[in-house]
């Protein structure tokens, strides 16, 4: 079975540019999130996607930041424009179910972002 | 608010040593705890898993129990090996969202 898919692995880009970061998640399933992490810091949730509706957008910075999920399966995550603290990795993670209990993410390689 | 603490790094040990990384938890309700491991250029992957009081996940060698009354899933290991030098992160699971630990980073020397 295939992991999760992120691409790309690295982009380097200037201030003020826009990046966009894809995400294909494992198939069948149906939660989708994507994290920020920085140097030395543990992952913190960016937005979580429950098929293809955003149920939890709380942390993203909607000035600068979007995501999307059309067809409930890959996502986007777009950054624009770019400043020199989002360089960071953004990390996708997907789960086979919702809800309370056991509840497993499996986590793609992430894409590391570095705005010079 | 939902937070989880875990000690800092990072850990050197010789090979075969015993490990423990700390992780107490603040929440409410009854989570569930999970480990993950990172290696380097890597995403995360779960270590192992508790989802109620007195529950010890497994995997690998590595161990943790649900403590409820100390707040604590604390990671351990018998014997560790090189191949177990990566970064640790603890994280719980409130039935909506995730809050992960800042990681510890454990070297294990020949």
């Known amino acids: 079975e295939a992991g999760v898919v992120q691409s790309p692995r690295y982009k380097i880009i200037e201030k003020k540019q826009p990046v966009a970061f894809w995400c294909n998640p494992i198939s069948g399933h149906n939660t989708l999130y994507w994290y920020l992490q920085n140097l030395g810091q543990g992952p913190e949730l960016l937005i979580r996607?429950?098929?293809?509706?955003?149920?939890?957008d709380s942390q993203l910075p909607k000035d600068r930041f979007s995501a999307e999920r059309l067809k409930g399966v890959d996502s986007t995550l777009k950054i624009q424009p770019a400043e020199l603290g989002d360089s960071a990795v953004y990390l996708c993670a997907s789960s086979p179910k919702s809800g309370s209990g056991s509840y497993e993410q499996y986590f793609g390689p992430g894409t590391r972002l570095t705005v010079t | 608010g939902d937070s989880v603490t875990q000690m800092e790094g990072p850990v050197t040990l010789s090979e075969e040593a015993f490990l423990t990384i700390n992780c107490t938890y603040t929440a409410t309700g009854y989570p569930s705890l999970f480990w993950y491991v990172q290696y380097p250029g890597e995403g995360l992957q779960l270590l192992l898993k508790a989802t109620k009081a007195d529950d010890k996940g497994s995997n690998k060698g590595f161990e943790a129990t649900y403590r409820k009354e100390t707040t604590s899933f604390h990671l351990e290991k018998g014997s560790v090996q090189v191949s177990d030098s990566a970064v640790y992160f603890c994280a719980l699971f409130t039935g909506n969202q995730f809050y992960f630990g800042t990681g510890t980073s454990l070297t294990v020397i020949p």
């Open positions: 996607y429950e098929n293809e509706e955003a149920v939890d």
